[in-house]
């Protein structure tokens, strides 16, 4: 079973259609990267799941639960962590923790937490003296408290510094190591590329693409191999690719780069051409995700 | 652990908070024990002509009673709740399995706590250092009143805590909806020869009510328990008005959905 399966979900606001039938689902064990634009219906699916807005159709399971019934015993098995949620200000970090971990029938231990997100230095820190990075990593402890299966992380690494994400994905990382589910929304698509084992898109109330990040939309059939001919000459037979020549300059578009690769460089050699400024890029799912969205846009 | 278990474990951080935040602890505390001593000190030897003969400060203390109580539960606990709606706090709460009765109930045991504690201090300062007569014989009709006040207030705190827009909104909208009525309440000074008009319009809101009530315990021509039915009434009235406000106005987020 799923940790969460969603088909034919939709949401309207009034006559605004925010979500517009989306299916996906999220495997048990697996962190899933839901990207998208602000606007496109992320957030408005992600409350859904967490059970904070109904849905106007569709079937939403998570943990086997109907979110839209506010159950205890789902509220029990996932976390949440939402974007810009406060906390008592006047309570120390341990105190917070051990509040919270009373809400839950089997909570982890209060200094398992502080470990865990690297706050054992600060648990007798009032909360409102806390940085920015601190506080977001008691957001993550909090939604750890009850020590759920699945765990909703609303934009977690905002406002981090690089090593701060560094940590905070290593954090998340290690959640998988211990078999939990992890919903992840992000706008850094290194974030994604760095963690998710799949990922969504999702622009104007539809997702657009679902994959794993490597293959997102094709991206593995996406290599561009650049080079320029000295002296010129006629290529080769590449087999099925899109051969681009701007003067010298060529660009190959190819779904397979080792074979592509090795015909063109073969070749090179046997002819005794060299291909200058040789480069292999493949677009980075930023590119992919920015081509999607905005194809969305356009339709 | 239990529901009630999570509800005392709520009013017990609910209570250090309190105490950790200046601001909040001085407002509820200070105000009413400085207005004690003010003007008690400023009438020292006052009699009430119109109240039986009876000091300045046997009127007073049970006003302050009712304007401490009105603090705790009614200002103290709308604004409160206001700021951690509008913080996400409550937001964080709802992801969370609490019962919301069990949220709600520390965080109302925190303010009928504090309640406990104004009304301990406000008693003790007025017999100590004022010589106000603690009536033991209408001690049931004080503690009744003061118990029926707290759960009025503190329905009526948590109605308009739903009614506040945001946090900034909160003190404005709540000091506005009580100071009015606490003047029109002969919570400060008799009322006695006031308009007629303006005492019937003050009766029919809570605050009169409760300060009559209280006066009335510590009204040494009182006989009898302390109960004063008719105010007990109307207070239970506006406590069910409240309850259904409450209920009707509560949300757990303050964005729109």
Known sequence: MPAIRVRGLRKSYGTIEAVRGVDFDVAEGEIFGFLGPNGAGKTTIVEILEGYRQRSAGDVE????????????????????????GVERFLRVAEVLELYCGYYPEPRPVDELLALVGLEDKRNEVVKRLSGGQR?????????????????????TTGFDPTAR????????????????????????????????????????????????????GRDDATEIRFSLSPPAELPDLGPVTVTANGRGVVVRT??????????????LDRGITLDGLTVVRPTLEDVYLELTAQAARD | MTDLGIAARQLRFEQKAFWRNPAGAVFTFAFPLL???????????????????????????????AFGLISACYTNLAIRMT??????????????????????????????????????????????????????????????TLVMGAACF???????????????????????????????????????????????????FPMQQLANGLQYAFDPRTTGLGFNGGDLWRLLAWTVAGSL?????????????
């Open chain 1, 62 to 85: 998570v943990l086997g639960h109907d979110p839209a019934r506010g159950e205890r015993r789902l509220r029990k098995r996932i976390g949440i962590v939402l974007q810009e949620t």
């Open chain 1, 136 to 156: 977001r990593r008691l957001d993550l402890a909090l939604g750890l408290a009850g020590d759920p299966e699945l765990i909703f992380l609303d934009e977690p």
């Open chain 1, 166 to 217: 560094r940590e905070a994905w290593e954090i998340v990382r290690n959640l998988r190591e211990l078999g939990k589910t992890v919903f992840l929304t992000t706008h850094y698509m290194d974030e994604a590329q760095h963690l998710a084992d799949r990922v969504a898109v999702i622009a104007a109330g539809r997702i657009v693409a679902d994959g794993p990040p490597d293959r997102l939309s």
């Open chain 1, 255 to 268: 779904a397979d780069a080792t074979a592509t690769l090795h015909i063109l460089t073969g070749w090179a």
């Open chain 2, 35 to 65: 207005f004690l001593v003010i003007f008690s000190t400023l009438n020292s030897g006052a009699r009430i002509q119109e109240r039986g003969n009876i000091s300045f400060v046997t009127f007073f203390v049970p006003g302050i009673l």
């Open chain 2, 83 to 144: 700021v951690n709606r509008d913080f996400g706090i409550l937001k964080r709460v709802r992801g969370t399995p609490v019962p919301t009765w069990a949220y709600l109930a520390g965080q109302v045991g925190s303010s009928v706590l504090i309640t406990f504690i104004l009304f301990v201090l406000t008693v003790g300062l007025g017999v100590v250092a004022f010589g106000v007569d603690f009536r033991t014989g209408t001690a049931p009709g004080l503690f009744v």
């Open chain 2, 154 to 204: 503190c329905a009526l705190g948590l109605a308009v805590s739903g009614l506040c827009p945001n946090a900034d909104a909160a003190p404005a909208i709540v000091n506005f909806s009580i100071f009015p009525l606490l003047f029109v309440s002969g919570i400060f000074f008799p009322l006695d020869n006031a308009p007629s008009w303006l005492t019937s319009v003050a009766k029919l």
């Open chain 2, 245 to 257: 406000l409450a209920v009707r106005l509560f949300r757990w987020d303050s964005a729109k959905k």
